[in-house]
């Protein structure tokens, strides 16, 4: 039953892989795709902090994820290494931490 789960989150998966632009939504399909249900994505969407006195779209659910959106002009792997020590992201312990590039 396991490797028929597997199967299912593969083809969830795939499906997202091939998209052409990625936006903020990605990370709540990616979630729906592990097989998290339509309310805790929701909740997790209300987490969400959004808003002119915001720096970056931010996303932090404790044990799960730290999820931002970040400049083009960025250098991500200077940035993924801040967050490696960042309060905001050891403070929820999160399983995955993902930028997306805006």
């Known amino acids: 039953?396991?490797?028929?789960?597997l199967k299912t989150i593969e083809a969830h998966v795939e499906?997202?892989?091939g998209r052409r632009h990625y936006d903020r939504e990605f990370l709540f399909d990616l979630l729906v795709a592990y097989g998290k249900s339509k309310n805790y994505v929701r909740r997790l969407r209300m987490r969400m902090k959004v808003?002119?006195?915001?720096?970056d779209c931010e996303v932090a659910y404790p044990n799960v994820v730290y999820?931002?959106?970040?400049d083009a002009d960025a250098d991500l792997l200077a940035q993924l290494q801040h967050l490696r020590v960042a309060a905001r992201v050891t403070?929820?312990?999160p399983r995955f931490v993902m930028e997306l590039i805006m």
């Open 1 to 5: 039953m396991a490797q028929s789960s």
């Open 15 to 17: 499906s997202l892989a």
């Open 51 to 55: 808003g002119p006195d915001v720096e």
């Open 67 to 70: 999820f931002r959106e970040v």
């Open 91 to 93: 403070r929820v312990s």
